[in-house]
């Protein structure tokens, strides 16, 4: 396999263009009325973006980016920020059974895009309270 294919459905293409190139820095490699089409290669992605007239936005939940290391996620942070976008941090969060930095963007139809760093597994899905700590990888205790 050389791409992984997500197709989008957007109401206003000419901003979800813009978003995206920003988000992927790169531009789309086809455009057409109602369609574009970005590939990229580090991940391997084949991501269109199809025009509807009405669309809710997350309706797959969310997309995301794991990136090797912590500077990754601080790099493209400041690079998405430097680009205009409100950036949610989460940093040394519990989520989906491991510990996370992590920081969300939001397309302009409403689907977010999380950019996260894996530093250590954790036996609980997420943490909503300080009652619950999990071990980090330095087996030291966290509280959440």
Request: proline residues 2%.
């Amino acid at each position: 396999m050389k791409y992984v294919h997500v197709g989008v459905n957007v109401t206003k293409l000419d901003a979800s263009i813009a978003f995206y190139q920003k988000v992927f820095g790169v531009t789309p490699v086809k455009v057409k009325e109602g369609y574009a089409k970005f590939l990229l290669e580090n991940p391997g992605l084949n991501f269109t973006l199809n025009v509807h007239d009405q669309v809710g936005g997350n309706q797959v939940n969310h997309f995301g980016f794991q990136v090797e290391t912590a500077d990754e996620i601080l790099a493209h942070k400041a690079r998405l920020e430097k680009e205009g976008f409100f950036a949610r941090e989460e940093m040394d969060t519990t989520c989906c059974y491991a510990v996370q930095d992590k920081f969300w963007v939001t397309d302009p139809d409403g689907n977010e895009w999380e950019f996260f760093y894996t530093k250590a597994d954790s036996e609980v899905h997420s943490v909503k309270d300080e009652s619950c700590c999990v071990t980090t990888a330095s087996t030291t205790k966290q509280c959440c």
